[in-house]
Structures are given as structure tokens and as C-alpha cells.
């Protein structure tokens, strides 16, 4: 059950309230039950449904055996239309924020992650890291208040269910559960833009943290694609080349990586700072190095477009993941989800394959120069 909005529409100073409502209310209980009686209630059961709220949706979602569904469903009602509002939760989540922050000032890679993410952003409200202030100007009543908003009507959600179910089984339960949710006709919520943005010139940052010798390094390229599904393909064809390439460099080559990945990240349906990530661990002494060595690889397949084999590579790898995902329930769940919310035709998860098979060398060249 997903609906555009989540914690978008909230004022930026109240931000982390919206972001931390669904754990005041799931460790509050619903239905007039507490959340550690809850359990007890299902007992022998395997079913769940939990509430989310992220930066541009929000909704309920869940899972069981096909002999639970049931139960699922009125777990899904109870936290939809009756969330807790338990005092004590409220002690608890902050006891429990205050313990991972003080062990994330510890992580050499939560801190490096944390300034990643606020110079990726130019500083933007929605990355600052929690920090003890914050957790303790947590407001209860605004966590409380934003989640039963966005929960207050069910026209602005779509259900999806997928799975093995059948579905003359499934409906009187769907119409039960689901269509009985409380309702104001016509759907209101949407999500808001929040003006990320993505840095207009060359930053280097350097974060020193730890003992061990080794270095993480991250570079990042502004890549903000529409959401098209043959631009997209061609945008993740374009980092599963580089990343073979620089798996082929920097691993069998120099011999001075343990791992390398490139990526595209972006924070659909929201706009402006959409970014592609190269990032590899080095030993410290040999990071420059490294760094050096992955632009020089970038700039060659910005001149020269990528080989036939590599090519070949990168679409096999596309190919195996497509085929071994479409088994999977959460893969249609996820993109059956997307598809609504990004107002997409649903019907194009079926053509990946073709996607893939259009993507040429002459294309991919054109990508590099256009994104890096």
C-alpha cells in the first residue's frame, strides 16, 4: 500500500520528526494493543506489515505465507486506520537513536558516509546525520500528527499485492481490509519537490577516521536521467561498463583494490541531484593513485567508444540480473510500485530484455560524453 508524498511534505525543521513517525508508531502498538502484545496475537502465524515513510512515498507494507494473507491484511488495517501513541515508545526510540549515534561517531565509514552525503547535496536539510541535539528536540506529538496525515485517507494509495495467492481467494479479504480503509474520495497527497542539488563545480574533500590502513574513495559525477526507460537503460549499461573496466584495471592490473562498484543514484521523483558513484577501497598509500587512474579511464571511454566485448559484457551481466530478478516478489513489487507513482505504463517492465538488446557501443559513447 504506497502513496506519493512521505516526508517531503513536511516544514524542514520538522523533517526528522516526519522521518522518525513510523518508529514511534510501531513501537507504540495499534489497535488499542501494544506493539509487544502484538506478536502474541499472531502467534504461529508468519505475517507482517509495517508502515514506511520515505523522502518522496509512504505506505504500509508486509508479507506472509499464502495461508496468512489474512492476518496480514488486518495487520495492515489496524496500523493504517488505529496507530499507537505510547509515551514510553517515545523514551524508548530516543534511547535507542542516542546509543547508534554515539556508535556512528565511531564508524570510520558512517562518518566518511555521512560527509559524502552532505557534500553530494550542497548541505540539504534531508541528509544531515542525526545528532544527539537533534534526537532530543524530537517532537512526539509532530511524529504522531504527521503520520496519522498522510495515513488520514486511502484514495491517495495504491495496493498492490504479489505472489502466490489466488486471486477469487484474495479479493473478498482485499475488499475487506483494504477497500473498507477510511477514505475521502479524491486523492490529495503528492509528493513536493525539496530542491536538492547537486554541487555546480569540482569539491575534493578528504576524511581522516580510524586506524586501519585503508581508504574508501568516491567520485562522483552529476547524471540526473529522465525517467525514460530507454535513457535509463542506457545510463546503467554505461556503469556496468565502466565498472567492468575498472574491475579489469584497477583489480587484475594494479592489483591495489579490494572492491569497485559505479552506480547510478537517484532520488526519483525527485529532481536536480541525481549523481553517478565510482567507489573503491585502496590501501591509503596508493588512493591517489587509484583516483588518477579511474579519470584517466573515464576521459578514454569519453574519446573512444567502449568495445564490442565490453559491451557484450555489460548487457549479459544486465540480462542475468533481469532474469534472475523477475522470479523474485520483491521485483515486482518494487517496480509494479514505481510504475504508479512514477505515473509510468507498467506493461514496459516486460520489455527489459529488448531495452538491453538495443543498447550498441555508438549509443553508450554518446552516454559517457553526455553524463561524465
Do not use: C
Not at 105 to 126: C, I, N, Q
Amino acid at each position: 500500500l504506497a502513496a506519493s508524498g512521505g516526508s517531503s511534505l513536511a516544514a524542514p525543521e520538522k523533517f526528522v520528526d516526519a522521518q522518525l513517525a513510523t518508529g514511534q508508531v510501531e513501537l507504540s502498538g495499534a489497535g488499542g494493543h501494544r506493539a509487544i502484545d502484538l506478536p502474541k496475537l499472531t502467534a504461529g502465524k508468519i505475517a507482517s506489515a509495517s508502515p514506511f515513510i520515505s523522502l518522496s512515498s509512504h505506505g504500509i507494507q508486509g508479507s506472509s505465507t499464502p495461508a496468512n494473507v489474512e492476518t496480514a491484511l488486518q495487520l495492515l488495517h489496524i496500523k493504517f486506520t488505529a496507530p499507537g501513541d505510547d509515551p514510553d515508545a517515545f523514551a524508548l526510540i530516543k534511547r535507542q537513536l542516542e546509543a547508534a549515534v554515539v556508535n556512528r561517531l565511531s564508524s570510520p565509514a558512517a562518518v566518511f558516509g555521512d560527509k559524502l552525503g552532505e557534500v553530494l547535496t550542497m548541505g540539504h536539510y534531508t541528509s544531515r546525520p542525526l545528532t544527539v541535539e537533534r534526537i532530543n528536540a524530537l517532537d512526539r506529538a509532530a511524529m504522531v500528527s504527521f503520520y496519522r496525515e498522510r495515513f488520514a485517507s486511502a484514495a491517495d494509495f495504491r495496493f498492490f499485492m504479489v505472489g502466490a495467492f489466488k486471486v477469487d481467494e484474495a479479493l473478498p479479504m482485499i475488499t475487506r481490509y483494504v477497500a473498507s480503509l477510511p477514505s475521502a474520495k479524491t486523492p490529495a497527497s503528492r509528493f513536493k519537490d525539496v530542491g536538492i542539488t547537486f554541487p555546480p563545480a569540482v569539491v575534493r574533500v578528504r576524511v581522516e577516521k580510524g586506524k586501519e590502513p585503508k581508504s574508501q574513495a568516491v567520485i562522483s559525477y552529476f547524471a540526473d536521467p529522465p525517467i525514460e526507460e530507454h535513457e535509463q537503460t542506457r545510463v546503467e549499461a554505461v556503469t556496468e561498463v565502466l565498472e567492468i573496466a575498472l574491475r579489469d584495471i584497477l583489480r587484475e592490473e594494479l592489483g591495489e583494490t579490494y572492491s569497485v562498484s559505479v552506480g547510478l543514484s537517484q532520488l526519483t521523483p525527485q529532481r536536480g541531484g541525481g549523481h553517478i558513484d565510482i567507489s573503491f577501497s585502496a590501501s591509503p598509500d596508493n588512493v591517489d593513485k587509484m583516483i588518477a587512474r579511474v579519470q584517466q579511464e573515464v576521459a578514454r571511454l569519453q574519446t573512444t567508444a567502449p568495445t564490442e566485448d565490453l559491451t557484450t559484457r555489460a548487457k549479459e551481466t544486465a540480462r542475468r540480473a533481469y532474469e534472475t530478478s523477475v522470479k523474485q516478489n520483491g521485483f515486482w513489487l518494487g517496480r509494479l510500485q514505481s510504475a504508479k507513482l512514477l505515473e509510468r505504463d507498467p506493461l514496459l517492465i516486460l520489455s527489459r530484455l529488448q531495452r538491453i538488446d538495443a543498447v550498441t557501443p555508438a549509443a553508450l559513447h554518446e552516454t559517457f560524453k553526455k553524463y561524465f
